[in-house]
């Protein structure tokens, strides 16, 4: 049963075009995180789903009512904010309570409802307290009870954890994944950070420029990015990409001839100038590399070592690339070292269009 | 697909933020009624004979011909160039010295700074009786000055015609300087503090600091400052009447009192409208620049 | 704002330089100077007459007498009243309280309408009165006299209300515009997520979290329309007139002999109100006044 439906939606502020005839299907239950660079779109987006932005065109449905010209309020949404925005001069119980009390609902419902949630959220000590006297992890709980006292069909979350420092984001983060995995509401999460994104979603809309480029499984983004873009967005280190041309069974670029193996095009192989990318863990180095179908031996420039794994950094055929080594790879700038890579795993774009191939 | 009516449609732009628009209308009646309405209202009947009632009988620029051969109106408009500029002069040095002597770390700076500004929160009109008694030639400075015993001693500023405008200025920036050196202080302590450091590795004097340094930065600072005390000088009327009444004779008349007599004790509408649209013209030339330096070239969020 | 607590200036040297006497020096002239005139409104009011005519301005007073008070608050004339500055002190209270009280809700509405509610439109107003406050009151005075008289409120206390209400409008929602968009915008979202509207963001999320700037607003307003004179000699009668008015009538009158101390004693009774206000005050009229300088 489909929680949201987004249906052309377009967002006009005077001639600039902010969102650009956006669809979008979520699936009760589902997960969805937009991802992109800050001014593509996403919060934006957000806000139009959650009643606080007025749309040009378009339509929005959330559990099959067309809630385009609804107040916030009247949507059955719930939102959780970067700052958390909780009512400083109110306790935790007020905080709570405050979208219910303007629902003008019974003070013992309101009371048990809050009661409920500082349980399901594990808040129940905190009820007197002021926000001011919360640390962040508390802050958030206490936003995400705002949302679940009202008992919302679906969460919104704009980027929730982008305040915070390394540590407790990632804390944070298990703790959302947790939430979703018990509560099972549709939620829709917005980010720029690829990690939170990979981790949380069931499915990633990564945007850009008011349009959703890819939509899509986080594996699937991965593996099989729809454009170029999308293959650079995605992925830490970045992808390596290459320019230059598919002629038959290779691809050609300056000086190296790359075979162009078992790799599944789309839509037929044609000669045609073209992108590869490869991602920097899809190169193996030393005896794996020796059987792969393309190989060559490199002189390692520049090492990383990051403890999981060790990163360098060195040229192929003229192009910088960067590979991701084990890290107990024990390599020294200055050796060389053979490497290679399957071109299967990677992808070709049009140079043109910069679509899959 | 069940889809609950009225939340589909797209309201009238016109309901949209209704409250928002209710709330605002105070605003908008003040903006459009006042400031607007009556502006233009007082410029149209300028050209008008109007005497003791408003009338549009036009007369084209009569009103203004008369006032720029009436005596009292020149004597108003040379009392404000000098009191003008001379307040304007003085109180942006005065108020950027007293912050830079306060600035430098000084201790009980809130006493002195409470001390400073406490004319500030005084009316003009009791500056301007206080004043009248201290510069009150009998029992005022001119006559401590004379007991202490340098008998020739004058200093009689509002009872001499040729410098009385100059008595009001010194109870004029009495009270307004204070106000100046608090934007200053507050704009000094804006600038960040490794500027001072970075003068001082460079061995730069700290008085050249703050020639070279400190005060082209605090441009905006200034900019406002000088906004605030022309505009106040265009308005200055209360201290006038308190001070000296015009007086001796009309030698320190200014325009917004010839406005209000010509309005309200003498009849002569039309004379008042012009001369306050005058008043009008002259506000605008100062803020043109202003408004120039401030919004053109680039557009602030 | 920049917080103006903390002094930044260069570091000061030994305690007892010659620099540091010379600044010392300097600034304890200059407060001299500027309490100098507060000083000679005291001594001056202690004083009986003899005295003021044997002596100067800046002598203390010899004998100390309360009689120029008593006369100033409950005997001065003006014109054939002679019922003392205690008139003009209670119509001035009855002027302020329903003027601050009213120009401060409406500015705070305007200023939360225009910080979180923008509608079409609202930029253009409110920047016709941001200019508005630099045009020259004294353009707008015969028409607003025309428009009272057609409400029935010329010479009356409400319609001086009105005036200040007008004329505090541009200042006081600058603030508070300035103020609420200070403000993060996510409360705002969140209270509109929680089915808050219009008027429950202002009073149950706004105004709970806007104290200090009331405040400031009340410090500006009660200190401006206590000082006023314009307005009230032209919108009010004389048996309204507010304190300003009366004192300078008092002072100023050409009949009979000049009462110097009970001039002084008068001229001191109407200042208190706002010199109460700021001493009391402090950081906030600073800030006020500051908030209220530093437009834009």
């Not at chain 1, 919302?152 to 995995?181: G, M, Q, T, Y």
């Not at chain 2, 949209?16 to 709330?23: D, G, P, Q, V």
């Not at chain 2, 005596?71 to 404000?80: A, K, P």
């Not at chain 3, 003021?52 to 001065?76: D, Y």
């Amino acid at each position: 049963m489909t929680s949201v439906l987004v249906k052309d939606l377009t967002l006009k502020f005077g001639a600039l075009t902010v969102l650009d005839t956006l669809n979008i299907d979520i699936p009760e239950g589902e997960f969805l995180v937009l991802l992109g660079a800050s001014g593509c779109g996403k919060s934006t987006l957000l806000n139009c789903i959650a009643g606080l932005l007025d749309v040009t065109d378009g339509e929005i449905h959330i559990n099959d009512r067309n809630v385009t010209w609804a107040e916030p309020s009247e949507r059955g949404i719930g939102m959780v904010f970067q700052s958390y925005a909780l009512y400083p001069q109110m306790t935790v119980a007020g905080n709570l309570s405050f979208g219910l009390r303007n629902a003008r609902m019974p003070k013992d419902e309101i009371a048990a409802r809050v009661a409920r949630a500082a349980e399901v959220l594990q808040i129940e000590p905190l009820l007197d307290r002021k926000p001011a006297a919360l640390s962040g992890g508390q802050r958030q709980r206490v936003a995400i009870g705002r949302a679940l006292v009202r008992d919302v069909d679906v969460f919104l979350f704009d980027e929730p954890l982008s305040n915070l420092d390394a540590k407790l984001r990632a804390d944070l983060r298990v703790e959302i994944k947790r939430l979703h995995h018990n509560l099972k509401n549709t939620m829709i999460y917005v980010t720029h950070d690829q990690v939170e994104a990979m981790t949380l979603a069931d499915r990633i809309a990564i945007m850009k420029g008011g349009v959703i480029q890819q939509l899509d499984t986080p594996t699937e983004i991965y593996n099989r990015p729809i454009n170029k873009y999308v293959a650079g967005f995605i992925g830490s280190p970045e992808i390596n990409f290459f320019e230059g041309r598919i002629e038959g069974n290779h691809f050609v670029t300056d000086d190296l001839n790359i075979p162009l193996a078992e790799y599944a095009f789309q839509s037929g192989k044609l000669d045609r100038p073209a992108w590869f990318g490869i991602r920097p863990e899809h190169i193996l180095s030393g005896d794996m590399a020796r059987d792969l179908p393309f190989s060559q031996e490199v002189e390692i420039e520049i090492v990383e070592p990051m403890g999981s794994d060790t990163l360098a950094w060195t040229t192929l055929g003229g192009h910088p690339l960067r590979i991701r080594m084990d890290g107990q790879a024990a390599v020294a700038s200055g050796t060389r070292l053979l490497v290679g890579f399957d071109p299967a795993r990677g992808s070709f774009f049009d140079a043109a269009s910069e679509l899959r191939l | 697909m069940a889809t609950s009516p009225g939340t589909s449609k797209r309201p009238m732009r016109l309901l949209r933020n209704l409250n928002a628009k209710i709330a605002s209308i105070p605003m908008v009646a003040t903006a459009l009624v006042i400031f607007v309405g009556c502006t233009l209202w007082t410029v149209v009947y300028s050209f008008t004979d109007s005497k003791l009632l408003p009338r549009l009988n036009f007369v084209g620029f009569d009103q203004y011909d008369r006032l720029w051969g009436t005596r009292r109106w020149l004597v108003s408009i040379e009392n404000l160039a000098w009191y003008g500029v001379c307040s304007l002069i003085l109180t942006l040095v005065i108020g950027f010295t007293l912050a830079a002597l306060l600035d430098r770390k000084v201790r009980f700076e809130n006493t002195f700074r409470t001390i400073l500004l406490y004319p500030f929160a005084l009316s003009f009109i009791v500056t301007g009786l206080v004043w009248q008694w201290i510069l009150n030639p009998d029992f005022g400075v001119q006559q401590v000055v004379r007991d202490w015993g340098w008998t020739s001693f004058t200093f009689d500023p509002l009872y001499n015609p040729d410098i009385v405008i100059f008595g009001i200025l010194i109870a004029g920036i009495w009270q307004g300087s204070g106000l100046i050196m608090v934007i200053m202080l507050a704009g000094l302590r804006g600038i960040d503090e490794d500027i001072w450091k970075a003068a001082r590795v460079d061995g730069i004097p700290t008085w050249k600091t703050y020639v070279v340094v400190i005060i082209p930065m605090m441009r905006p600072v200034f900019v406002t400052a000088l906004v605030l005390i022309a505009s106040g000088i265009v308005k200055v009327y209360d201290l006038v009447v308190a001070q000296t009444s015009g007086g001796p004779g009309i030698a320190s008349e200014v325009p917004a009192k010839y406005v209000y007599d010509k309005m309200f004790a003498s009849q002569n509408l039309a004379q008042g409208f012009a001369a306050s649209t005058m008043m009008l013209v002259s506000v605008i030339i100062i803020l043109i620049p202003w408004a120039y330096l401030e919004f053109g070239g680039k557009k602030r969020g | 704002m920049v917080d103006a607590s903390q002094p930044r200036g260069p570091k000061p040297r030994k305690r007892l330089s010659r620099g540091n006497i010379m600044l010392y020096g300097t600034l304890i002239v200059v407060a001299m100077y500027y309490a100098l005139p507060l000083y000679v409104m005291i001594v001056t009011s202690l004083k009986g007459m003899p005295e003021i005519r044997m002596g100067n301005v800046f002598s203390p007073p010899v004998e100390i007498t309360f009689q120029p008070w008593v006369k100033a608050w409950s005997e001065a004339c003006t014109g054939i009243n002679c019922d003392g500055l205690s008139r003009g002190f209670w119509n001035s209270v009855q002027i302020l309280v329903p003027s601050v009280f009213l120009s401060i809700i409406i500015a705070s509405i305007n200023g939360y309408a225009l910080a979180n509610w923008r509608f079409k439109g609202a930029d253009v107003f409110f920047t016709i009165l941001i200019l508005g406050a630099f045009i020259p009151y004294q353009v707008m005075l015969y028409p607003i006299v025309i428009i009272l008289r057609e409400m029935g409120l010329y010479g009356s206390l409400w319609g001086l209300v009105l005036v200040h209400t007008v004329f505090g409008m541009p200042i006081l929602t600058l603030l508070f515009r300035n103020y609420f968009t200070a403000i993060p915008e996510e409360l705002f979202k969140a209270a509109r997520v929680d089915g808050a509207g219009f008027w429950g963001i202002y009073f149950r999320i706004m105004l709970p979290m806007s104290l200090p700037i009331f405040v400031v607003a009340m410090i500006l307003q009660v200190t401006g329309i206590w000082n006023d004179f314009l307005f009230g000699v032209i919108y009010t009668r004389p048996e309204i007139y507010p304190m300003t008015v009366q004192l300078n009538n008092i002072v100023n009158s050409v009949q009979g002999v000049k009462e110097y101390n009970v001039n002084m004693a008068a001229t001191l009774l109407t200042g208190l109100v706002p010199l109460t206000i700021y001493f009391v005050s402090g950081k906030l009229f600073v800030r006020g006044i500051a908030a209220g300088a530093v437009k834009g």
